[in-house]
Antibody, heavy 115, light 111 residues
Framework: EVLLVESGGGLVQPGGSLRLSCAASGFTFSSYWMGWVRQAPGKGLEWVANIKEDGSEKNYVDSVKGRFTISRDNAKSSLYLQMNRLRVEDMAVYFC????????WGQGTLVTVSS | QAVVTQEPSLTVSPGGTVTLTCGSS?????????PYWFQQKPGQAPTTLIY???NKHSWTPARFSGSLLGGKVALTLSGAQPEDEAKYYC???????????FGGGTKLTVL
């Protein structure tokens, strides 16, 4: 069974940092691009970032460039999102996804940015 | 950044056919945008229905199909079922910017 399990969400003040993790199992994690998508409360989906199989290419939505860093550890089948200088508008459920054709989604982790 | 547009809402009768579309502010959508379609039901994570314009996953019901249509990418649902009521999102890849952009989503009502 394929599982993507996100963790690391929580309440943080504006300007703070969080590190999200996504633990993958049930598929060959190291063979596929992985990414993060977020959904603000009551809003649509927004692509945040993705990373190539070997980590050699990383891409970001403009609004997070310079603040967020995506990374992966293929030995641990894990995906990460380091989020710095968080803003109120970053508040959302963050989903990890990946697989041959974005086959697999996690259930999401909620990031709340509030003072 | 490019803007991807979808119909905000559509209604289809049970057993009926409906086509959802996804357009790009930069011009015609092509297979080079690697279009995907996702379904999301309230309180759930999205699921991937269609990838690379027309390809289905093993779990995608046969009544869903993808195509290019008049400069847009389309998702057609033939024989709508009550369980198809959901929000549907498309996403397009912009190679120049190496970025993906979601459409705003279409809320599909089966009524």
């Amino acid at each position: 069974e394929v599982l993507l399990v996100e963790s690391g969400g929580g309440l943080v003040q504006p300007g703070g940092s969080l590190r999200l993790s996504c633990a993958a199992s049930g598929f060959t994690f190291s063979s596929y691009w992985m990414g993060w998508v977020r959904q603000a409360p009551g809003k649509g989906l927004e692509w945040v970032a993705n990373i190539k199989e070997d980590g050699s290419e990383k891409n970001y939505v403009d609004s997070v460039k310079g603040r967020f860093t995506i990374s992966r550890d293929n030995a641990k089948s894990s995906l990460y999102l380091q989020m710095n200088r968080l803003r109120v508008e970053d508040m959302a459920v963050y989903f990890c996804l990946g697989g041959p054709h974005a086959d697999y989604w996690g259930q999401g982790t909620l990031v709340t940015v509030s003072s | 950044q490019a803007v991807v547009t979808q119909e905000p809402s559509l209604t289809v009768s049970p057993g009926g056919t409906v086509t959802l579309t996804c357009g790009s502010s930069t011009g015609a959508v092509t297979s080079g945008h690697y279009p995907y379609w996702f379904q999301q039901k309230p309180g759930q994570a999205p699921t991937t229905l269609i990838y690379d314009t027309t390809n289905k996953h093993s779990w995608t019901p046969a009544r869903f199909s993808g195509s290019l249509l008049g400069g847009k990418v389309a998702l057609t649902l033939s024989g709508a079922q009550p369980e198809d009521e959901a929000k549907y999102y498309c996403i397009l890849f912009y190679s120049g910017a190496r970025s993906w952009v979601f459409g705003g989503g279409t809320k599909l009502t089966v009524l």
